[in-house]
């Protein structure tokens, strides 16, 4: 198998110099934290903060999920707008299976294609087949099948879903832990059982049975869905996530109104310091001290299953 | 003093990566393969201990937020005015006297212009062979939304190049690439300069060999 690994235990076939370059984008972005942004001044205030990388948006999470009605593809001009004003990597979120979109997007030459459940769905069967773009895309999962499945149909990093837009950082610890669980579970299983392995998780022997070699993804495997404060940031990375995502919970007051800018200038340069410094309780401490307040949010427990995001994917 | 010349001659080097954020693991690993112990820094402290330092691939803009804080940035460039240094890609850009496109603040200590994302975005990254002066053929170098030098000053080697510019160079104790060698399978660069680390610390203990018997 060792034509499939880079010298990072990563997928990556011989073959797949494109693979390779997808994987080492995200390799890049490692450590970091990736903010969602709706317009070119908040872009600006995530790479002064120290953002790896831009979610360029139409609306965040938090708003989608307020107003309702179909989320698409964020609109091109507004896209073009943050990639012209900063300087770090642009990422954008297409429908799930919407492969004409994501054409679009790698056109106007986005730098990551999140194939994201917060938008509305445009297949109920089919997620995009990565592997025939050039752009690199990232996924969502919840356990480790969904994520070996959109790794196979050439996902160049996963994070976990979590339950966006809510500001509640708890189903992405329990996706997070699920994932860390499940691949536990693989490298204990002799070669022989491996094959079952792969019809229960429903996903490519050949990934599970990397995974059970390395005891981790073949892709970088980050944190998404909830992440609203710093200590929520060092939670997640300790439960083994190499990165973050920040969505509503930096620019957001509410599931409607947005922050003071100031407030979320702080709160974006704290969140990334803790997502470094992870484990280091003194500089969480002081983080924390930063940061004035926290997204109002909505309680995961709370909410009717029909409104929530993470089940879209399949 | 305790005489320490002997072990050094042998020791391996502890090699720090800076991981701020950005490929450290990679730089880790493969610095494990070429022989030496990685150190992952993330404090100015952290520096104390280590006989020479990475400086991953990653966002530059990133790297020099967390350097403005607690001193890190004025820690850092004492190390790597005197120490071993090898940047990569956002490393690179660092390393340099000059930042361009757009201009920003950076260590100083390799004589060089570099202008970030030059060669376009993410869509625009490669992998390419090319020839370079380490001995053992031609280098596969993965190149990622990669800066360029479009500037060298008279003091710095180039090692290796892309449609004539420098992709690979040294200027006495400091390496920079603008490609990503961690991401390949090829060890040579980091041993090269786990080789100058080496030197380097044969150098330091022959001196503080010369001062000890003057002193004695």
């Known amino acids: 198998m060792a034509d499939v690994h880079n010298s990072n235990g990563n997928y990556a076939p011989s073959s797949g110099a494109i693979l390779r370059l997808k994987v080492g984008l995200a390799e890049m972005l490692k450590g970091g934290v990736i903010m969602d942004v709706t317009s070119a001044e908040q872009a600006v205030i995530a790479e002064k903060a120290g953002a790896v990388a831009v979610m360029a948006l139409e609306r965040v999470p938090a708003q989608i999920r307020a107003e309702g009605g179909v989320a698409r593809m964020a609109s091109i001009k507004k896209i073009r707008e943050i990639m012209q004003a ?17 054409q679009v997007l790698q056109e106007i030459g986005v730098d990551f294609i999140d194939e994201s459940e917060v938008l509305t769905p445009a297949d109920e069967v089919h997620h995009v087949d990565k592997h025939a773009f050039t752009t690199p895309f990232v996924c969502g999962a919840r356990d480790l099948g969904e994520a070996l499945r959109r790794v196979a149909e050439g996902a160049a990093m996963i994070r976990t879903k979590g339950e966006a837009g809510t500001g509640d950082v708890v189903h992405a610890v329990k996706h997070m832990r699920q994932i860390v669980k499940d691949m536990r579970s693989l490298t204990v299983l002799g070669e022989e059982e491996l094959y079952a392995a792969a019809k229960e998780f429903r996903a490519p022997y050949e990934l599970i049975r990397m995974v059970a070699k390395n005891g981790r993804l073949p892709v970088p495997n980050f944190s998404a869905g909830g992440i609203a404060t710093p200590a929520d940031a060092a939670l997640v990375r300790q439960l083994g996530a190499e990165a973050v995502f920040v969505g509503s919970g930096i620019f957001m007051k509410d599931s409607i109104n947005f922050a003071d800018r100031e407030e979320a200038e702080i709160r974006a340069r704290a969140i990334v310091r803790a997502t470094t410094h992870f484990d280091d309780p003194k500089i969480l401490a002081e983080c924390s001290e930063e940061c004035t307040g926290a997204m109002k949010g909505l309680a995961v427990a709370a909410m009717d299953q029909a409104n929530m995001m993470q089940t879209r994917g399949w | 003093m305790p005489n320490t010349t002997q072990a050094q001659g042998t020791a391996t080097p502890r090699i720090g990566v800076l991981a701020i954020q950005g490929d450290y693991d990679a730089h880790a690993q493969a610095l494990r393969e070429a022989g030496a112990e990685p150190v992952l820094v993330r404090k100015p402290e952290e520096l104390a201990g280590v006989d020479g330092l990475i400086i991953p691939g990653g966002e530059s803009t990133t ?15 004492e190390f790597v005015r005197s120490k071993p240094t090898f940047g990569t890609c956002a490393g690179c850009i660092l390393l340099a006297t000059e930042v361009r496109h757009p201009a920003q603040a950076s260590l100083g200590v390799l004589d060089a212009t570099v202008e970030r994302n030059a060669y376009g975005r993410q869509i625009d990254s490669t992998i390419q062979t090319g020839e370079t002066r380490l001995p053992g053929g031609p280098l596969e170098m993965v190149y990622i939304r990669a800066p360029r030098v479009a500037r060298i000053g008279d003091g710095v080697r180039v090692l290796a190049e892309r449609d004539g510019f420098p992709v690979l160079v040294e200027q006495g104790h400091i390496m920079a690439a603008t490609f990503h060698p961690e991401l390949s399978e090829d060890r040579r660069v980091h041993r090269r300069f786990v080789e100058l680390v080496r030197d380097w610390m044969a150098r330091a203990s022959e001196s503080n060999r010369q001062s000890d018997s003057k002193t004695s």
């Not at chain 2, 790297?63 to 460039?77: I, P």
């Open chain 2, 63 to 77: 790297f020099l937020k967390f350097l403005e804080r607690d001193g890190f940035l004025g820690s850092l460039q």
């Open chain 1, 86 to 102: 900063v300087s770090i990597p642009v990422m954008a979120k297409c429908r799930i299976g919407h492969f004409a979109e994501a």
